[in-house]
């Protein structure tokens, strides 16, 4: 079973920054491509970014390109998701998933996170 921890979220101003973690089992971790998803309230979910490292390839969504930034640490098996410039259409509860699979689609996700509240004030 692969568990999927995530924190770091909590309440910013617009133009702050908040890093979000997700610690997972080496297993998992070396095996699965990591990416971050959002819902905001009344929306779907939707893709924000995803990494795989071997090679190195990150890829994000346009709507937080150039201002979000997947990274790991393999010391202790965890995803980060760094968020700059942070802006009220980025207030979401953010997810911590895993797939086999290259995808922006919720469907090729198989292992979620329980979900973390990000909430940036105007």
């Known amino acids: 079973q692969v568990q999927l921890v995530e924190s770091g979220g909590g309440l910013v101003q617009a133009g702050g920054s908040l890093r979000l973690s997700c610690t997972t089992s080496?297993?998992?971790?070396?095996?699965?491509?990591m990416a971050w998803f959002r819902q905001a309230p009344g929306k779907g979910r939707e893709f924000v970014a995803r990494g795989n490292w071997n090679p190195s390839i990150t890829y994000y969504a346009d709507s937080v390109k150039g201002r979000f930034t997947i990274s790991r640490d393999d010391t202790n098996n965890t995803v980060y998701l760094q968020m700059d410039n942070l802006k009220p259409e980025d207030t979401a509860v953010y997810y911590c998933?895993?797939?086999?699979?290259?995808?922006?689609?919720?469907?090729?996700?198989?292992?979620w996170g329980q979900g973390i509240q990000v909430t940036v004030s105007s």
């Open positions: 998933t895993c797939s086999k699979i290259l995808s922006i689609s919720t469907a090729d996700y198989n292992y």
């Open positions: 080496g297993r998992t971790f070396n095996s699965y491509i």
